[in-house]
């Protein structure tokens, strides 16, 4: 399966080692996660800045994540399709890394459910989306 974990899953996972971190470790072994520059970058921004992690504590975590995921280029995207620019790009990662599912906390992406072919569900979900798929 080819998803996309959205950056605060991915937070949340080096944060506390909990159902996010477990959902990391599980979908980088059995599973192909796609990325996008936006991803890591505002993995590094939020690591940085609200959680004040040091610049090599976050750039330690980066070298584990990213060569681990499948980089592209987000497609473009016809018109906005939520309020935040920065959920658009993650939806716009999925659809160009041709994703089956995008795993998300962000409320406003798991209002959607599904964006086009793709699924949106939250971490708490993602193994009952996966025993369906």
Do not use: W
């Not at 080692?17 to 470790?25: P, R, V």
């Not at 590094?44 to 504590?57: A, D, S, V, Y």
Request: charged fraction near 30%; hydrophobic fraction near 45%; glycine fraction near 4%.
């Amino acid at each position: 399966m080819r998803l996309v974990l959205d950056t605060n899953v991915l937070i949340a996972a080096f944060i506390a080692k909990g159902i996010c971190a477990d959902l990391l470790e599980h979908c980088i072994r059995r599973h192909t996660v796609v990325t996008s520059d936006f991803i890591p970058s505002e993995f590094r921004e939020t690591m940085l800045g609200k959680f004040k992690f040091t610049g090599e504590e976050t750039e330690d975590a980066l070298k584990l994540l990213v060569p681990r995921m499948v980089a592209v280029e987000p497609a473009s995207l016809e018109s906005p399709v939520c309020r935040d620019a920065d959920d658009d790009l993650i939806l716009a990662t999925a659809l160009a890394g041709q994703c089956d599912c995008i795993v998300t906390g962000d409320k406003d992406l798991l209002v959607l459910e599904r964006y086009r072919m793709i699924e949106i569900v939250s971490p708490l979900d993602f193994s009952e989306y996966e025993v369906r798929s």
